[in-house]
DNA sequence: ACACAAAGTTCGCGTC
DNA sequence: GACGCGAACTTTGTGT
């Protein structure tokens, strides 16, 4: 099986490990960066559980667009079904 | 009856929302960038799931992972399970 | 800080480690029955997509509802707040 | 207008739910149970989170483990990582 | 091989 | 400050 694996050519592994990390360090530092706002927010007398559900809310939205879409179509093709 | 307490607070609670939400969009889009990297990997034959394990590997102190695998052998071997 | 971690007691431990085993055998067993359900149910023409999806939403719903009164709590608090 | 296609299948799809439902509810007490097991074990000292991996570790074959740890040593070894 | 669903892990929160 | 609870994210397995 390791027979048709990949060469493993060590320049282009290395390449790609190093972008990956890169790129996790961004997403971390963002994070950090989302974490102070949280902070700051509560700092000056929000309730942060409050804020996070707000934010989630908004998140939500679409997707329960899409979710009811979905599920419109699902019952649509439930009824060919039994049609 | 909050309509005469935060008339202020709404605008200031408003950026908040606003600014997380776009270092959300921000999060998610280095996420993206990411997956794109693991399938590019994966198109040139290398393993995504040891590839993720190298990363995490990474990402964790020697010391912390050595300690760990002491520990999980001695479990295993109280068991009687080959290490 | 190994020095306070468990004695392990190997019989003690073969004991835990027998009973989750078990125990996720056992839930092994009904996710098959679950499975096999779906697969007769596909067999008798439904759509399994559909079934699942009639699951899930029945699932949903309780959550929904808590979720709802935790909201409302939150709402009050908020009020409490800014008030 | 499913009125006149479906009543016959309605009985049996409620069934249907019923019965996965009520499995889905001995697999979530199943759950409940192992979760009572790792809090009973790190109540007298055991580290759960190897212990988990211990069960994780008996539940893959030893061919597959050696595989992919082997495998996982060529990569780190790639990239010039002490594995 | 892909997409969806399940399981496991981690993190933040409230509690005692 | 340690613990358990719950949510979010990540990873693994399965069905198409």
């Known amino acids: 099986m390791s027979d048709v694996a990949a060469p493993i050519a060590v320049e282009q592994l290395r390449s790609f490990v190093d972008r990956i990390e890169r790129l ?3 997403k971390a530092g963002i994070a950090d ?6 902070s700051e927010a509560k700092s000056l007398g929000y309730d942060v559980k409050i804020l996070r559900k707000v934010i989630a809310l908004r ?3 679409p997707n329960e667009r ?3 879409e979905e599920l ?3 019952y649509l093709h ?3 079904e039994l049609a």
């Open 24 to 26: 996790e360090a961004d």
């Open 33 to 38: 960066g989302i974490k102070d706002l949280y």
């Open 78 to 80: 439930a009824l060919g």
């Open 66 to 68: 899409r979710e009811t």
């Open 72 to 74: 419109l179509e699902v």
């Open 59 to 61: 998140k939500i939205k």
